[in-house]
């Protein structure tokens, strides 16, 4: 929570030059924190997002943040396909299965589930932003090399907009 | 006990003093060898008694140490989610808590499994279940019901909104072997205490006290029995009963009652009462359901009364205690009368003990035995085909037939429910002109590829061949979409403005035989933009365009939409000569329904063990490989074809935009439409098994079922905006050059950028000194 707040302070577009510039390769030792970094900064934008949703689904997605933070991706995961029955438009949610995927070692996935997000992210820049973060790790994690140059690309893009 | 007795008989027949001098020696002989015969016979006697004893022992204990009974697989229905804001018809939600077995009350429900109902509010006390994400717990809620949508939601008692209510899913069927032992297992705590109590006092008043045999029972039964002649009562303990029922044969002898005494304190010796009590509430045989017996009362209050026992009256407890001494006979389905007197019987003892009062007993008794119309339950064998297949790929048969698992799958009741009676309705319409008509449907969550309903027969309950999934036939003009798709992917060379030659195609086959395609109106059209032709539907420039592109880019495009036939190599292949089923169609539709995000069919959601522990979720999976831009022209066109195309007469009868494709195979054979709306997609098939002509076209025919489904289910209308790099132009439908809104035969297309027209049509080419005359006027 600390971090959160802290993160928050210093302003998303700067969660996302932080995001947008994590190394591509890294120790072991730094993936722990990484990831907590990765997760906190992802929720802001997630959390941040101006994108209408139900009772419902904020419901869902709350109890999803929480099983996500407490690393119980199986449940979160079941918990956003639920909020997805409800919208299936809802960005947001895509983005954190994307998410979810990165975390279970799932690039394809997590491609996937990003463009599903993007489809609905309409002027949302900030969540484009970190999809194709997803996106370029993603690549990466698969070797592809034009996958991730693409996305950098496109995350320049975004960033001068 | 046993052997000290021998010892002492041994003993004492070992100095019998007196009579020695009496005897002669051989005599002394004779009587020495008989005792040693005696003592032999006595001593193996013993041995054997023992030896039986032990295995009477394993017995016992081998059947009660690991899995006691094989449990059939529970599949249920996708529950329904309460939240506000969803679409929801009133109609909808009475179906569901219907098929709940969820009672009415005419007053804000007290009780979980109960509802009140009045105009557009509904009041809903729900059942606790377990979930694989967890448990729901019981809620009091109260829903308004407003322009088919949940406007409001709040707690009965709180009176705080609540944001969202999961309803328990509606069981569906079992998965049994085909003459199987079915039961839902209750655990004790789960079983109401009065239940107990009174089933005790019925069958078993001294089950605390005794250790498996109860003699005085026997004793005061046995004196029961002499006075009246014949057997009035019977002796045996709930533990004896439950031996007798799970190991013995029914037939009455002393042999078996003597198995059965030694088996019963056997089973005390090793296993506490509240064990024992569980095992017989379970065990316990209460009817049969066709080739389905029916034990335990866990699933026989749930088979005749359609709610859990601890929802259950103590008049219809008394019904089902009354049953354990004739399931048949007392059988409350067959036997009404008989089984009413029963309950009554158990009522008043349960008077006599003073479990009830006299008002109360009275009252019980008066009630009518009312149990569950058996005929309303559904039966879904297509759906459940499906579940069972897509199960198999990772459950072994057998698992699913003893292990108990518990199926949860996406079928929605009422979707299905709505899908049966459109078959049923229009197959009854159609019938006088194509006799023997079959049907098959398919429909589906554009968004996570759910199966919502499946027909497999017009007769949506037999359980026979599932046409949906088995039944492939030509898909006819099903398969145009997909050639323009391929052919929109490339969109330097093609556009929905490109020029297709609607003439005379006359192609040599591979086998040297001539196909010469023809419109379905035999005429000839000229050229033609692309739109148009799919609009209408026309054979000769599909024909013409996909020898252009080539099978393979066909074929792919095919893939990129989920589907990997291959196509055989035939010009026809692109006019839809190629065998699918409905549910592939479906699962190539859903793709443009989801805007190129492909999601395969499913129909489980997940599986957990008997204990209601998680074993497998199906997780949801997308997969964009179709160019988004490309996919949006197409759709633009389906759009286009349900208000002014093949499918024009859907035009006014649906109050939302939908999006679909007719399709009729050769000579009629078979009629077919795909269609969806922004959250369902549907394919609807009818025709012969025989491959006779029906006279139906797509439009004639399965689009009338496909009707009546979207006019009765929820749905929302498809989104009409383009992508991002899509410019809307208007064009000359029949050149296909640049237009203007005012200019005869313009019409709004969708271009990817950079693939518009060019040239402008001459009213395009006047248009400013148009605009400059009217000034002037």
């Known amino acids: 929570m600390t971090l959160r707040r802290f993160l928050s302070a210093a302003g998303t577009a700067s969660l996302l030059a932080q995001l947008a510039c994590a190394p591509a390769g890294y120790q072991k030792s730094e993936v722990v924190s990484e990831q907590a970094t990765t997760l906190a900064m992802a929720s802001e934008i997630w959390q941040q997002s101006d994108i209408e949703s139900l009772p419902a689904v904020d419901d869902l997605v709350r109890q999803a943040d929480a099983q996500i933070a407490s690393r119980k991706l199986d449940m979160a995961a079941e918990k956003l396909e639920r909020a997805l029955r409800i919208s299936p438009d809802y960005a947001p949610a895509w983005s954190r299965l994307a998410h979810i995927a990165l975390a279970e070692a799932d690039p394809g996935r997590a491609i996937q589930m990003a463009r599903r997000s993007n489809s609905h992210a309409g002027d949302s820049v900030e969540l484009k932003l970190l999809n194709w973060q997803y996106i370029r790790k993603a690549s990466q994690m698969l070797g592809d090399v034009e996958g991730a140059r693409n996305a950098s690309e496109t995350i320049n893009t975004l960033r001068s907009l | ?777």
């Open chain 2, 1 to 777: 006990m046993t052997r000290k007795k021998t010892k002492k008989k041994v003993s004492h027949k070992k100095t019998p003093r007196r009579k020695k001098p009496k005897q002669s020696p051989r005599n002394r002989n004779k009587s020495q060898a008989l005792r040693r015969t005696i003592v032999l016979f006595t001593g193996i006697s013993v041995i054997v008694l023992a030896l039986y004893v032990v295995w009477l022992d394993y017995r016992v204990v081998n059947r009660f140490s690991g899995r006691i009974w094989a449990i059939p697989a529970r599949v249920y229905a996708r529950p329904l989610e309460l939240y506000e804001g969803r679409p929801l018809t009133t109609e909808a939600l009475l179906f569901e808590l219907n098929r709940l077995d969820y009672q009415r009350v005419n007053q804000s429900p007290s009780r979980p499994g109960r509802y009140y109902h009045k105009g557009n509010v509904i009041e809903i006390q729900t059942r606790a279940f377990r979930f694989w994400d967890g448990e729901e717990f019981s809620q009091d809620v109260r829903i308004n019901i407003r322009g088919n949508r949940i406007s409001a939601q709040h707690g009965l008692k709180s009176r705080q909104a609540i944001p969202l209510v999961r309803l328990d899913p509606v069981y569906i069927t079992g998965i049994f072997p085909a003459h199987g032992q079915d039961r839902v297992l209750l655990k004790l705590d789960e079983v109401p205490d009065l239940f107990k109590q009174v089933l005790l006092m019925v069958e078993d008043r001294r089950f605390f006290e005794h250790s498996g045999v109860d003699f005085r029972s026997i004793a005061r039964a046995l004196l029961a029995n002499i006075e009246a002649g014949r057997t009035v009562q019977g002796g045996s303990t709930i533990t004896q009963q439950l031996v007798k029922n799970m190991f013995l044969t029914p037939e009455r002898n002393l042999w078996r009652k003597m198995n059965e005494a030694i088996m019963a304190l056997l089973l005390e010796l090793h296993y506490d009462k509240q064990q024992i009590l569980e095992t017989y509430i379970n065990e316990v045989y209460l009817g049969q359901d066709s080739e389905r017996a029916i034990h335990g009362f866990g699933l026989a209050s749930d088979f005749y009364f359609g709610k859990p026992l601890s929802e259950l009256e103590l008049d219809q407890m008394a019904v089902l205690i009354g049953m354990i001494k004739g399931a048949s006979y007392y059988n409350p389905v067959r036997n009404p009368q008989r089984a009413t007197e029963r309950r009554n019987t158990v009522l008043n003892i349960s008077l006599a003990q003073g479990l009830i009062t006299e008002r109360q007993a009275a009252d019980l008794k008066a009630k009518k035995l009312v149990v569950t119309n058996r005929g309303k339950r559904a039966f879904y064998p297509a759906f459940v085909n499906l579940v069972q297949r897509q199960l198999t790929r990772d459950y072994d048969a057998e698992d699913l037939k003893s292990e108990g698992l518990q199926v949860f799958t996406t079928l929605d009741p009422y979707v299905q429910h709505v899908t049966e009676r459109a078959v049923r309705s229009t197959v009854a319409v159609l019938e006088p002109q194509a006799s023997d008509l079959q049907a098959a449907a398919v429909v589906a969550s554009v968004d996570s590829g759910e199966v919502l309903a499946i027909v497999g027969d017009k007769n949506p309950s037999f359980p026979g061949f599932n046409r949906a999934l088995d039944a492939r036939r030509h898909i006819g003009s099903l398969m145009k979409p997909v050639v323009y798709l391929a052919a929109v992917r490339q969109h330097n060379k093609y556009s929905l403005a490109s020029l297709l030659s609607d003439t005379r195609l006359r192609v040599e086959g591979q086998d040297g035989q001539i196909w010469e395609p023809k419109n379905y109106d035999k005429t000839y059209h000229g050229d033609v933009i692309m739109y148009e032709a799919l609009l209408k539907s026309y054979n000769i420039p599909v024909a013409r365009l996909g020898l252009e592109l080539g099978l393979s880019a066909i074929t792919d495009t095919l893939r990129q939409l989920g589907n990997t036939t291959v196509l055989p190599p035939y010009p026809s292949v692109t006019l839809g000569a190629v065998d699918m089923s409905p549910f592939e169609i479906a699962s190539i539709y859903q793709t443009f329904a989801a805007n190129g995000f492909h999601s395969p069919l499913r129909s489980v959601r997940a599986v957990l063990n008997k204990e209601g522990v998680p074993l497998k979720r199906y997780q949801l999976d997308v997969k964009r490989e179709t160019d988004p831009a490309a996919m949006a022209l197409i759709n633009f066109v389906l759009h286009k074809i349900t208000q002014s195309g093949t499918a024009a007469a859907l035009a006014g009868e649906l109050n939302i935009d939908v999006a679909g494709k007719t399709g009729t195979s050769d000579d009629l054979f078979d009629s077919w439409f795909a269609g969806f709306s922004a959250d369902k997609v549907a394919v609807v098939w009818l025709g012969h098994d025989d491959q006779r002509p029906t006279g139906l076209t797509g439009a004639s025919g399965a689009m009338r079922v496909w009707k009546r489904v979207f006019q009765d289910i929820a749905v929302s209308s498809i989104k009409l905006d383009m992508p991002d790099d899509i410019r809307m132009v208007w064009v000359d439908q029949e050149t296909g050059l640049l237009s203007d809104k005012g200019c005869e035969n313009a019409v709004k297309l969708p271009f990817i950028r950079g693939s518009e027209p060019t040239a402008s049509s001459d009213c395009k080419a006047k248009a400013p000194l148009n605009w400059f005359k009217k000034l002037f006027k």
